[in-house]
């Protein structure tokens, strides 16, 4: 036990109300309970994504690794291991990240071994940097972001935290401003490298699925359908009011706990989890799966990305962007703020506030060019922001010293 562990339970007790109302499994794996692994011929990197966003942001890096390293994909979330064996389950090993109490960690560890290990965007842990530090285990951050708010949160707890930035190997960071952050919380300047985002490379312009989708789920591909991806609370009902008489509507909740809440803000509205059609004249869908998205966007006539109009911080737009289609986001943006402004300067993507949003749509929807416009500038954007994963590849391979 380190001096860590008592605060952490302290924590999880004041914080039980709140974490015990959400559906988590797989506890045993949470604690570092997991069967060990093979010995590895070649070097073993650790690639640990939080959710299904940073796994879906390895797609592009982890096939440039898997030649040279035995690859290990950790993530926390159910979700986000859902999204991992589904896209990496044949070529890497996918483990639950632990909880990083002492005696958790040291299992985990025991059990995965690795030789080098690289957190996706943060995500960075005390206990797990220093007991991998300790056991001469690199550790990095790689597609770095670290947003104002949370940079403010950070700082609240920078004596805390700030020791477990310093011993990073290397921290590779999307944009200089992230990278000021980074230094601010303590890693030192020369091995704060700008590598730009590993998303451009991730949005892929080729899907499959798109029409099996419109078939299952019955929607109509004679008439014009928006796409809602990531939406937040309040967002479906907004939507609705705001999508043009006779328009079809496909909103896609960024959490499961929000998908009857979702389903009651769109009347009438057909659950893909149904797995049935919708009836000839239905206006209103709801995907509730994981991994469809993309799909989904691929058949829409305007995309609206969500999380944007409320007081959240926005979703990423650039699974749109890189399928060509026209973009709408609200003006809550800020976790996204320098894609979404890349997006604007190359007039890709139109920002509408809450009362506008009905009268942009429908403004998009009567012009056809309009929309063709947007959606060749947004592919375009996302074509000259790529190569952060090869910069990222040549990094980790470095740090496991066989490139």
């Not at 060749?376 to 790529?386: D, H």
């Amino acid at each position: 036990m380190n001096v860590r562990d008592p605060i952490y339970l302290l924590a999880a007790a004041i914080a039980a109300p709140v974490w015990m109302r959400k559906s988590r499994g797989d506890w045993p794996a949470r604690f570092g309970k997991t069967d060990p692994l093979p010995d590895a011929a070649q070097g073993r990197l650790m690639l640990h994504a939080v959710s299904v966003g940073e796994v879906n942001a390895l797609r592009t890096l982890v096939p440039l690794l898997t030649p040279h390293a035995d690859v290990v994909i950790t993530t926390t979330t159910d979700t986000g291991m859902a999204r991992a064996r589904e896209l990496f389950g044949d070529s890497c090993h996918v483990l639950r990240y632990p909880l990083d109490f002492s005696r958790s960690v040291h299992r985990f560890l025991d059990a995965a071994r690795p030789d080098a290990v690289a957190l996706v965007e943060l995500e960075l842990w005390p206990t797990f940097v220093e007991t991998c530090v300790k056991r001469s285990i690199p550790v990095c951050v790689i597609n770095g972001r670290l947003s104002a708010r949370s940079f403010k949160g950070y700082t609240r707890f920078r004596r805390f935290i700030a020791p477990s930035f310093a011993k990073l190997a290397f921290a590779a960071v999307q944009d200089r401003d992230y990278a000021e952050r980074f230094e601010g919380m303590g890693v030192p300047p020369e091995r704060c490298l700008l590598t730009g985002s590993m998303k451009w490379d991730a949005a892929s312009d080729q899907v499959e699925g798109a029409d099996r989708l419109a078939r299952e789920l019955g929607i109509d591909r004679t008439k014009p359908l928006i796409v809602a991806g990531s939406t937040g609370p309040g967002e479906e009902a907004l939507l609705h009011g705001a999508c043009p008489d006779g328009v079809q509507l496909l909103c896609a909740t960024r959490k499961p706990e929000r998908f009857d809440e979702a389903e009651r803000a769109l009347p009438g509205c057909v659950r893909r989890s149904a797995h049935q059609p919708a009836p000839p004249g239905t206006t209103r869908f709801l995907l509730d799966t994981i991994g469809e998205l993309r799909a989904a966007y691929d058949l829409a006539d305007v995309t609206v990305v969500g999380r944007s109009f409320g007081d959240l911080y926005g979703s990423d737009p650039l699974e749109p962007a890189a399928l060509g289609k026209p973009i709408v986001i609200g003006p809550a943006f800020t976790d996204f703020a320098h894609p979404v402004a890349a997006l604007e300067s190359a007039d890709a993507i139109v920002i509408a506030d809450r009362g506008g949003l009905a009268e942009v749509l429908a403004r998009l929807l009567d012009d056809e060019g309009r929309r063709a416009v947007l959606g060749q500038n947004a592919r375009a954007c996302v074509e000259s922001n790529r190569g952060a994963s090869q910069r990222h590849a040549e990094l980790l391979l470095d740090l496991l010293g066989r490139r």
